[in-house]
């Protein structure tokens, strides 16, 4: 696994892109910055993997655009120590963010393809990331609750098993709505029941499907 003076100067320059786009909190900039993308894109993407756009992964899922995957981070608000649920591992390039900031990651995968070859690459990387096959809904509450959890699919609503799984001050980001274009959403737990609601915005995911895994 080759990570070249060039690909960190091609890195350095996605990362100041990023910057320039408006996310200023260096810690996530840092952790970009310290993670090889081009190692989780197939080889035919080589020349194109820190431009910052999204590209097709396999299993029609694709690894998000890197300024998204900024953004998220940024507004979810991880501190060191964290449990955090990551709903769509997809190639596992924001799981490692969130362990670059200390975090304690949790990720499932619907897509049993491509759960098997991230889990793989990334134990590969030496990363503590625990992955599971399943349906993402369900989230995973034998290691309830969490801190914090991040939806990287766009989902029309969120499954009251997963808000169940979320700790009282606990926040969840998530692309919500139908259709071609969702709005990022950030929901604060206030009470066993009750939460506030921020949005940030237009954005576009691949869908999460609901009370599904593929083989």
Same mark, same amino acid.
């Given at each position: 696994?080759?990570?070249?003076?060039?690909?960190? !100067?091609?890195?350095?320059?996605?990362?100041?892109?990023?910057?320039?786009?408006?996310?200023? /909190?260096?810690?996530?900039?840092d952790?970009?910055?310290? $993670?090889?993308?081009?190692?989780?894109?197939d080889?035919?993407?080589?020349?194109?993997?820190?431009?910052?756009?999204?590209?097709?992964?396999?299993? !029609?899922?694709? $690894?998000?655009?890197?300024y998204?995957?900024?953004?998220?981070? /940024?507004i979810?608000?991880?501190?060191?120590?964290?449990?955090?649920?990551?709903?769509g591992?997809?190639?596992?390039?924001?799981?490692c963010?969130?362990?670059?900031?200390?975090?304690?990651?949790?990720?499932?995968e619907?897509?049993?393809?491509?759960?098997?070859?991230?889990?793989?690459f990334?134990?590969?990387?030496?990363?503590?990331?625990k992955?599971?096959?399943?349906?993402?809904?369900?989230g995973?509450?034998?290691?309830?609750?969490? /801190?914090?959890?991040?939806? %990287?699919a766009?989902a =029309?609503?969120?499954?009251?098993?997963?808000?169940?799984?979320?700790? $009282?001050?606990?926040?969840?980001?998530? =692309?919500?709505?139908e259709?071609?274009?969702? %709005?990022?959403?950030?929901? %604060?737990?206030t009470?066993?029941?009750?939460?506030s609601?921020?949005?940030?915005?237009?954005f576009?995911?691949?869908?999460?499907l609901?009370?599904?895994?593929?083989?």
């Open positions: 696994m080759v990570d070249s003076y060039r690909h960190k !100067g091609m890195r350095k320059r996605l990362i100041d892109s990023i910057r320039k786009k408006g996310i200023t /909190d260096e810690k996530i900039l952790a970009m910055n310290s $993670i090889p993308r081009h190692l989780f894109l080889s035919s993407f080589l020349e194109y993997a820190y431009d910052d756009k999204p590209f097709p992964i396999g299993s !029609g899922q694709t $690894i998000s655009q890197p998204t995957v900024a953004f998220q981070t /940024d979810l608000d991880v501190q060191k120590g964290h449990k955090v649920l990551e709903i591992s997809g190639s596992g390039y924001q799981a963010v969130l362990e670059e900031l200390g975090a304690k990651v949790f990720s499932i619907r897509q049993k393809k491509l759960y098997l070859k991230t889990k793989e990334i134990d590969g990387l030496g990363y503590s990331i992955f599971f096959y399943g349906d993402g809904n369900k995973a509450p034998s290691f309830a609750p969490f /801190d914090r959890i991040l939806i %990287t766009a =029309p609503e969120i499954s009251e098993e997963l808000f169940s799984q979320l700790k $009282i001050g606990g926040k969840l980001v998530v =692309p919500l709505g259709g071609d274009v969702q %709005t990022m959403i950030r929901l %604060t737990k009470s066993e029941n009750d939460f609601e921020e949005q940030f915005g237009a576009r995911f691949v869908p999460l609901k009370n599904k895994a593929n083989d």
